[in-house]
């Protein structure tokens, strides 16, 4: 019996957008796919790739930019990388989201068209969301898809820009977009079981945001102190220390029933106010987290239960903040080599998406075979 699912990958350095995409079809081919996912740097020309792709992948073709990507050789820093699944197993949706302000409305419009659909084909089925990773509507927009869907899990990443934080772009329809997210819904068949995991667990240093500005993800007061001053000591180190390879080692921890979710700080401001990479708001507890191997932690985290067998794939968001934790620390290559293992084909993003939450320096992705 052959296999159910062939699973095609390619990759390129390419800086020229013709010469990219004319290796992805040398290593990927020319027939339809069921679907064609593709993480690109920033630094491409995106109007003239975009032609190119669409030209190349007419149908059921979506990506976004990204600040790195994984796929056989691990990390992947620049170029381009692309995923071709052919099956006749897999049933994909295209939903775009734009502009982000009316995702709450839009979301209402999808979930209606897909519950219709449910109600007269009972079939498993996933969402993937792709959205515009310096939007600040990552919230709202995969809250409203997970409510409006109903009982169909969800996961998803946020577009980088190669560390910039300049501009992040989404693909749909054949352009690339700003303000604007994709959702693949995806019924299907075949196995498939949706990832979260993380490398930190909470400690006993617990805090109470007790001031911020939630709009802009901005947090004034810990404790009724100073953010960033109050943060520091919980830590154990010194106000004028805190940097990025400090807030990487250090996220907060929020327990939501017996699970915790990582938020993550991205900067320390001149009035000692911190900024997070997601939702924030006056009220919270939070628990300062402490770091585990994250190597045992990816292969607890992708690894095959019990009846499953070995991934044919693994679609995956992976947090940047993650990457460069690893390469501060020099386990880089080795969770490279772990990620290939398993078939992970995805991309270092700017915050990932888990059914209605957005969260931060966490794997999120849907593992599909086995």
């Known amino acids: 019996m052959g296999s159910r699912l062939e699973v095609r990958e390619a990759a390129t350095r390419a800086t020229d957008e013709r010469e990219a995409v004319a290796h992805l079809i ?34 059921n073709l979506l990506g976004c930019t990204s600040s790195g990507q994984i796929g056989r050789s691990g990390f992947e820093l620049g170029g381009m990388s ?23 409305e839009r979301a209402e419009e999808i979930g209606a068209a897909i519950r219709a659909r449910r109600a007269v084909r ?6 993937l969301v792709l959205v515009d990773g310096l939007s600040l509507a990552e919230e709202r927009l995969v809250s409203s898809l997970y409510a409006a869907l109903g ?8 577009a980088g820009d190669d560390l910039g934080f300049e501009a992040t772009h989404v693909f749909h329809g054949g ?9 693949a819904y995806v019924e299907t068949s075949l196995p498939f079981r949706t990832l979260r995991f993380q490398h930190f667990v909470p400690t006993e240093r617990r805090m109470v945001i007790t001031d911020a500005v939630p709009e802009k993800r901005i947090v004034t007061e810990i404790n009724g102190f100073p953010a960033a001053q109050e943060y520091a000591r919980l830590i154990g180190r010194d106000v004028s220390a805190l940097d990025a390879d400090v807030f990487s080692k250090h996220p907060l921890l929020l327990r939501i029933d017996d699970e915790y979710f990582v938020r993550s700080i991205a900067k320390r401001g001149d009035d000692d106010s911190l900024t997070f990479f997601c939702a924030i708001e006056p009220g919270l507890v939070l628990q300062v987290g402490r770091g585990v191997d994250p190597l045992a932690a990816i292969r607890e985290g992708l690894s095959p239960r019990a009846g499953e067998g070995p991934a044919e794939v693994v679609i995956g968001c992976d947090c940047i903040l993650r990457r460069l934790e690893f390469e501060g620390s020099r386990v880089a290559a080795d969770v490279g080599h772990a990620l290939a293992e398993h078939h992970v084909f995805g991309f270092s993003t700017y915050g990932e998406q888990f059914n209605a939450l957005h969260v931060n320096q966490t794997f999120t992705g849907v593992r599909l075979g086995g």
Do not use: M
Request: hydrophobic share 45%; with cysteine.
């Open 82 to 104: 692309a995923l071709s699944l052919f099956t006749t197993e897999l049933d994909v949706q295209l939903h775009a989201v734009a502009p982000l302000a009316r995702s709450s």
């Open 151 to 158: 009982d169909v899990p969800l996961v998803g990443g946020s």
């Open 122 to 127: 009972r079939v498993p089925a996933f969402g």
């Open 26 to 59: 040398d290593q990927i081919g020319k027939e339809r796919p069921a679907l064609t996912l593709f993480f690109c740097s920033s630094t491409y020309e995106l109007p003239r790739l975009a032609a190119h792709l669409t030209d190349a992948f007419p149908e």
């Open 175 to 183: 352009r690339f977009a700003r303000d604007s997210a994709v959702l």
